[in-house]
């Protein structure tokens, strides 16, 4: 997944939303990157919290300031996929550059 913003500012990543479905065993591994270099790694666990849940909800600070943002979105388990129902963003310009 790829952010930018046309007009040249600097774009603040401050927060995400994912819903996934959920999975029997596993975690899902966000990686962001700014111009192809790592920004860190953040696992999100795709079990169900409660018995019967469908739909997985993950809500995290990120806070990335960049031109260009890439996400990476990663199964750490061979033969399951990941369904993202909705991914959501905050983004902000940043003025302070």
Do not use: C, W
Not at 14 to 29: D, F, S
Not at 42 to 69: C, P, V, W, Y
Request: proline share 2%.
């Amino acid at each position: 997944m790829e952010l930018t913003n046309s007009k040249g500012l600097v774009i603040d990543l401050r927060e995400m939303i994912l819903r996934m479905k959920v999975q029997a065993a596993g975690t899902m591994t966000l990686t962001p990157y700014i111009n192809s270099i790592v920004q860190g790694v953040k696992s999100l666990d795709m079990t169900a919290e409660i018995a019967n849940q469908t739909i997985r909800r993950q809500r995290f600070g990120l806070n990335i300031k960049g031109h260009h943002i890439s996400l990476e979105f990663a199964l750490n388990v061979a033969g399951q996929s990941l369904y993202l129902e909705d991914v959501g963003a905050l983004l902000i310009p940043y003025l302070d550059q």
